[in-house]
């Protein structure tokens, strides 16, 4: 059984400092930021269940709320904060340096795990931090949302939709032609956008412990140009 330590832990940030769940297994070669959707917190059950997978492989995670409890009740009135995509990315990008200014964290690769919105605000996060951000991965995400940013991202990206997510597929079909970088689409049979389907869930944090392993290691120069 492969043992790890968690904890709380208070991620300060431009404007504020945010509240997360960081988890490190003994010897984890990368830690993944998650990014939740709209309208969800660090406490997403499906991200959970996503992030305990990875520790269970031996992969460390950071769960922590992109918005503070006072934004997160102007988000719960106007929506608006939620798709903010600029203002998501950023904050992934501080506790994405404060990961680097911190002794026992700064030596393991990083990577980012996106829901929904979240997978828009990653992928804008990872393209403007091409040396740093390992691998992407994204759950019924909406890669769409990072627009201008898709040409940019060159940290290899994979992207999980459901079968019966008509949308989100084609939005994310729509995304890899616009990518450079390595990207893949992967299709659940049956699943729906929340994955609520028996084992859907699972198969996402197969394929997502996979694809974070196998780019845990160091980059080639000519994959961060």
Request: overall charge negative; proline content about 5%.
């Amino acid at each position: 059984m492969i043992t790890a330590t968690s904890f709380e832990v208070k991620i300060p940030t431009e404007a504020a400092t945010l509240d997360g769940t960081l988890t490190v297994p003994h010897g984890a070669p990368i830690l993944v930021l998650f990014a939740h959707g709209s309208g969800s917190s660090r406490f997403s059950p499906r991200n959970l269940f996503v992030a305990h997978s990875l520790n269970d492989a031996g992969i460390g995670t950071l769960l922590f709320d992109l918005l503070t409890r006072q934004e997160e009740a102007l988000d719960a009135r106007t929506g608006r904060l939620r798709f903010d995509i600029g203002l998501l990315a950023k904050r992934l990008g501080d506790a994405t340096d404060w990961i680097s200014r911190e002794e026992g964290l700064n030596e393991l690769a990083v990577g980012y795990f996106g829901a929904s919105t979240g997978a828009g605000a990653a992928l804008v996060a990872a393209a403007g931090r091409p040396a740093q951000i390992t691998a992407v991965v994204s759950r019924g995400g909406r890669p769409d949302l990072a627009n201008g940013a898709l040409p940019q991202v060159t940290a290899p990206t994979l992207l999980i939709v459901g079968s019966e997510d008509h949308l989100a597929a084609e939005l994310n079909e729509d995304a890899r032609e616009r990518m450079r970088c390595e990207v893949r689409i992967e299709i659940i049979p049956g699943a729906t956008h929340l994955f609520e389907e028996p084992g859907a869930l699972d198969e996402v944090a197969r394929l997502a412990s996979d694809w974070f392993r196998s780019h845990a290691g160091p980059r080639e120069p000519s994959q961060m140009e």
